[in-house]
């Protein structure tokens, strides 16, 4: 997965999740050290149309754009804060992944790609994978009927 993507991701899931009343405490201070890590080092750019929405492919690729403008993805402090994040709410609340269209679980990383996933249901779901690099998921379109079915 892109270092930005990650990030966004990783924002896309605490929403979902830090947001909650409910959530593990470890889940909202990871969310809420990745957000303020964002607002001190790119004040330009804004998470809150992720917040507000985190399922909205169009919001999360917005945030990507400024995020990659802003050179964040070489940011290795804000990687790792997102990566902590991922797996406070991976160990927390798994099933925050579902509310985007993303769903792994024990996922160790190595060359997957998913793109083009269009699912009535959760869009991706991979669980107790181990993979040997990256992990890269493109175009996933969740609570949708795949096209041409009524």
Known sequence: MEPVTLIVSAIALGATAGLQESAA????????????????RYQDVDVAPVERRPESEA??????????????????????????LVQEVRNHEPAAGAAVGIDL??????????????????????????????????DVRAGQEPPGRP
Not at 25 to 40: C, N, P, W
Not at 117 to 132: E, L, N, P, W
């Open 105 to 138: 679980e024990g996922v160790e990383a190595a060359a997957l790609r998913i793109g083009g996933v269009t699912s009535s249901g959760t869009g991706v779901r991979v669980r107790q994978g181990k993979f040997a690099g990256d992990i890269e998921i493109n």
């Open 25 to 40: 405490t470890a889940v909202k201070e990871a969310y809420e050290a990745l957000k303020r890590l964002i607002r001190d």
């Open 59 to 84: 919001k999360r690729g917005s945030l990507e754009e400024d995020l990659d403008a802003a050179g964040a993805g070489a940011d290795d402090e804000l990687l790792a804060a997102a990566r902590r």
